[in-house]
């Protein structure tokens, strides 16, 4: 072979390993810049839930709980002390907590008993009534605008739920039909 087509043959290959690379790089980009993007999504989705009026907001498990809607009424000074003072004087006791925890633990390990498993929906069951007790007192700190606006706020939310409800419906069926295909 000649120098002339060996080195046609060195220039072409190169060109083809940048092409190549070049392809795939842009691939990988693409993916990347995704997952950070839904990353960086994620991590402002918590850290605007985080962001409340104080620590008694917080209540069911750091993501806003029952308080997450009340965020955009603009709640007075007055108010977010009421609603503060409510959450607080109804926090529930470390002994109950403790109780609950044990309790969870040994349903997770299998060792419940039908004794302590009463126990539970009882510990549930008061939960439940105190929370929706809670949410009461504070609904009675709104005014009627601020009522309205969170009910608006909670339609849609009903509807963002049943908008993802539906693309998880649709995103499941899809790999089904590209099986299919296969």
Wanted: charged share 30%; proline share 2%; hydrophobic share 25%.
């Amino acid at each position: 072979m000649s120098l002339k087509n060996k080195l046609f043959s060195a220039l072409t290959m190169a060109f083809a390993v940048v092409a190549f690379s070049t392809f795939a790089s842009a691939q990988d980009t693409t993916k990347t810049d995704t997952d950070t993007t839904q990353k960086q999504e994620k991590r402002e989705w918590r850290k605007g839930n985080r962001d409340g009026m104080g620590k008694g907001f917080r209540r069911g498990g750091g993501r806003g709980g029952m308080m997450r809607g009340f965020r955009e009424l603009n709640l007075t000074d007055t108010q977010k002390e009421q609603i503060r003072t409510i959450m607080e004087s109804n926090r529930p006791d470390q002994a109950t907590m403790e109780e609950f925890k044990t309790l969870h633990q040994a349903k997770r390990e299998g060792t419940l008993t039908a004794d302590q498993q009463e126990r539970m929906k009882t510990l549930k069951q008061q939960s439940r009534e105190k929370g929706q007790a809670i949410h009461q007192q504070i609904l009675a700190v709104l005014t009627p605008e601020q009522l309205q606006q969170l009910e608006q706020k909670k339609q849609e939310m009903k509807q963002k739920r049943e908008l993802r409800k539906q693309q998880r419906l649709q995103n499941q069926q899809v790999p089904q039909t590209e099986n299919k295909d296969n």
